[in-house]
């Protein structure tokens, strides 16, 4: 039950936040089931790992991966499904506890949360550049066996 409840929250912030992007309109439900596989993916990592870096970077990479399917399926850039996909892996809540102990002048614990912050995020870029480049070399292999898709 925990999982689904976290699946609907995801795939309705990711659809959300396609609509806030202008994505078009019949993009906006695959939006956000980029979303939620990204979303779910994390928690399941993190569920098994309780890295939340190592999370990021898997549900980074199957965001991008499931964006490139769907930009493919659809003939739409795959930037439509990543952005709006991506937003629920924001490392917003570390961030924003850096910059509460930075006010409260705690500055030891900022740095950790500033740091697990910039690291999630690193994290995040890595899985989408490494899923960018595992679709084009398997997209290149398919090409060079004339397989269609």
Known sequence: MYFA???????????????IFNAPRKSLVYCGLVGMVGWL????????????????FAGAFSIAFVA??????????MIIFSVAGIIPLVPGGSAYNAMRNVVEEDYGVAVEYAALA???????AMGLVFAEIITQIWLKSLKSMKVKI
């Open 5 to 19: 409840a976290q699946g609907i929250i995801s795939f309705i912030a990711a659809a959300a936040f396609g609509v």
């Open 41 to 56: 993916v994390f928690s399941l990592v993190r569920y098994l790992n309780d890295d939340p870096i190592i999370a990021s």
């Open 68 to 77: 490139h399917i769907m930009a493919k399926k659809f003939k739409m850039p």
């Open 118 to 124: 910039l690291m999630i995020s690193g994290a995040v």
